[in-house]
């Protein structure tokens, strides 16, 4: 991943819950450790000015880094079909409950579904739930390529890559030749 695309951060501004986990790029640190964008200041203000949640971009440090912990492990599970860990999993339910769900029927008769008052941690606890055990825990990934590790929602039911350059960064890295012994 070049140092521009982690400036602009094009994967940063769908969905706050990606959003808080995407703060971890894969083996893009160095000597091919993992880069956390909330550790450089920069990167983290340009993080801040991207998310999708506006109420996440303003809690502080330690409650992000503390709050991204539960909602990568939930995706994790998800994306290898796994159970989500039950520490992880009550951790998530207790968060969830402080943000209610309210249900409206709406004037043509369709049942809508809105999010009431609560803390941020709490809708962010929720829709963690609802993306790594609901209906679209089907369409989540984590991307493969080398220096990503990103999650995301799928378009295709064959999308394997998060992005158009991941997938050529992965066929390029197959086709290196590999060294003698």
């Known amino acids: 991943m070049s140092l521009k695309s982690l400036a602009e951060m094009p994967w940063i501004g769908e969905d706050g819950v990606l959003d808080l986990a995407n703060t971890i790029v894969c083996g893009a640190g160095p000597r091919g450790g993992d880069l956390d964008l909330l550790t450089d200041d920069d990167l983290r203000a340009s993080w801040r000015s991207r998310t999708v949640e506006p109420d996440l971009a303003v809690l ?30 009550t951790l998530l339910n207790s968060l969830a409950a402080k943000a209610p769900v309210t249900f409206e029927v709406a004037e043509d008769g369709r049942l809508t579904e809105r999010e009431g008052d609560g803390p941020v941690t709490g ?13 679209e825990r089907k369409r989540l990934r984590r991307c493969p390529a ?30 290196r030749p590999r060294p003698a012994d």
């Open 123 to 135: 809708r962010i606890g929720r829709q963690t739930l609802v993306l790594a055990a609901g209906p």
């Open 146 to 175: 080398p220096r990503c590790g990103m999650f995301f929602l799928a378009h295709r039911r064959d999308q394997a890559w998060c992005s158009v350059g991941c997938g050529n960064r992965a066929r390029s890295a197959r086709r």
């Open 60 to 89: 502080p440090l330690e409650r992000l880094v503390e709050l991204r912990a539960p909602v990568r492990e939930a995706l994790d599970a998800a994306t290898r079909q796994c159970p989500l860990p039950a520490a992880v999993r």
